[in-house]
């Protein structure tokens, strides 16, 4: 029987939705091209509230909304910023119209639902799980990473991300 690895994970926190945008802003200084952020979380959990952030964080000016209609937005900052919401796919095939390997070359991409369409994403990804806490706006974000490339990285991203760590 082939078991998937161990995921190495981090653990955060954030108590307002400021908050979990301040997060992404500063996860964003840790991305590069190439990178690919797959986002999981119930509805509402702030998927986007964090991409926001991000794009905040790689200097993007323009206002990013999710792409539950259009799938994909691209925005331009320090770096790209490929936006997926994939939660409307219904069969993986209709991956093959997002033309996932030249997104992933250029600039970093985040996939809202991404858990929709696994099996056509690369293995190198962080897995970003978003879950309400106990206050109406605490939010849990677990990291994981089951590929050395980001696993030699989850030390360098928590110590960005000091201030919102938690034990998991």
């Not at 029987?1 to 955060?12: I, Q, Y």
């Not at 509805?43 to 799938?71: E, M, V």
């Not at 997926?84 to 997104?103: K, M």
Request: charged letters at 25%; glycine letters at 10%.
């Amino acid at each position: 029987m082939n078991s998937s690895p161990t995921p190495t994970v981090r653990c955060f926190a954030t108590h307002a939705p400021d908050a979990t945008g301040a997060f992404g802003e500063a996860l964003a200084t840790q991305l590069g091209n190439g990178d690919l952020l797959v986002l999981t979380g119930d509805l509402g959990a702030g998927k986007t509230r964090l991409t926001q952030g991000i794009g905040i964080g790689l200097g993007i000016t323009d206002r990013i909304t999710s792409p539950t209609f259009t799938i994909a937005s691209r925005y331009e900052g320090r770096i790209v910023l490929n936006h997926l919401d994939v939660y409307r796919i219904d069969q993986i095939e209709e991956t093959l119209d997002l033309d996932l390997p030249e997104l992933l070359e250029s600039g970093a991409t985040v996939i809202e639902w991404g858990e929709q369409i696994d099996p056509a994403l690369p293995s190198d990804r962080l897995v970003v799980r978003l879950a309400y806490g106990d206050g109406d706006d605490d939010r849990l974000i677990r990291f994981e990473a089951n590929e050395a490339g980001w696993i030699d990285r989850l030390d360098d991203l928590a110590a960005a991300l000091a201030d919102w760590s938690v034990e998991c």
